[in-house]
């Protein structure tokens, strides 16, 4: 593909030095559909980031779309705060219906600010109102958003570096395997819990991802999950699940901690939840954790009915009918790590790992900076991939659910072709 570089002036002048992605995918994107975008030089791209898990359901969902032009069409509430509306109760009976009950989780729903962050926000304030404790437990390589009470249970120094204040109140632990098996899981976390002379505050509760997606795609052991869950009970802490890129059927399931068969305390959501890449997050708790006083956690835009809108379609198109979103997740998983071994097998002494679950992998690379050159070569023959991992070295790969099985071939191939193109 031949890309003449856009004209980008204006970006470069007016707006901030802050911009990331714009950097790595020098073009102008005019339109989307599905699983592609179009620039506004008519190149098309095959999209395997899915605005950052934003777009399980791809882009432009036609059935969503209806649905929205419907509701604006017919002049719905489009700012509400928290006032109750048509749009909002069909979100959250279609949410009981559809999904909570069917998996026998009984939470309340709590709408906080509408992005990932601001769940998280939530999750860290309940949870220390209802605890009385302020430390708050996360695990290495964690990401849970860039707020700073988020930041403080993040690992990734550059992100951390960015408060410019100390982040206070939260203390890492070893995920799954970052010892590389050699030690018990959880041997120093209860340690530390059960020795007076530790040092370590009783935590109120303890945030984890089952999948970490922006720290390298490393993937937690249902095992793990499950003697997490027991240690919270046992230490009285509460256990926070961020399922907010790996949840809405990334995985497979619904809930990406399905498969641990675990009942976290507190559950947060955002990114596809809206189905349609609009802002929304939720806030899932157990029913005797909800202590919050009136209007003590608010937010001007925690009502975004356009977005209860394409949610509520969003569960009634793909979840409402007995999981075929689901069983065609795992099939197109199977197929990118049929690829991946395929691609590892031709570059063994270049790729250190492949991982992953559902749709969302990662192959990480024993040259640190050769995932930026293969997400740099991806774009040029039409293909989005992004990078994660405290250096960057792993190519992430998060395309839509609903990408066909040739499209996923046709981008599979092209990464193949992308990274043998740019081996040293």
Known sequence: MTITPPALSVFETVESE?????????AVF??????????????????FFAGAGSLNYGHNNPVLKRALLDYLERDGITH??????TSKRAFLETFQNVILRPRDLPYKVMFPGPTGTNAVEAALKLARKVKGRESIVSFTNAFHGMSLGSLAVTGNAFKRAGAGIPLVHGTPMPFDNYLDGQVPDFLWFE???EDQGSGLNKPAAVIVETVQGEGGINVAR??????????????????????????CGRTGAFFSFEEAGITPDIVTLSK???G???PMSLCLFKPELDVWEPGEHNGTFRGNNPAFVTATAA????????????????ARGEQVEQALISITEENLVDVKEYRGHGLVWGMEFHDKERAGRVARRAFDLGLLVETSGPQSEVTKLLPPLTITEDELDEGLRTLARAVRETAV
């Open 191 to 193: 340690r530390l819990l």
């Open 272 to 274: 596809s939840i809206s």
């Open 18 to 26: 802050v911009r990331s992605y714009c950097r790595g995918w020098p």
């Open 222 to 247: 249902p095992q793990w999950l499950r003697a997490l869950a027991d240690l919270c009970r046992r230490q009285d802490m509460l256990l926070i699940v961020d399922d907010i890129q790996m949840g």
């Open 80 to 85: 509400g705060l928290d006032m109750a509306t």
């Open 276 to 278: 349609y890449g609009l």
């Open 30 to 47: 005019d339109r989307a559909q599905g699983a592609r975008l179009t620039d506004e030089d008519g190149h098309e791209y095959l999209d």
């Open 315 to 330: 569960l009634e198109a793909y979840w409402a009918d007995g999981g075929a979103l689901e069983k065609q997740t795992r």
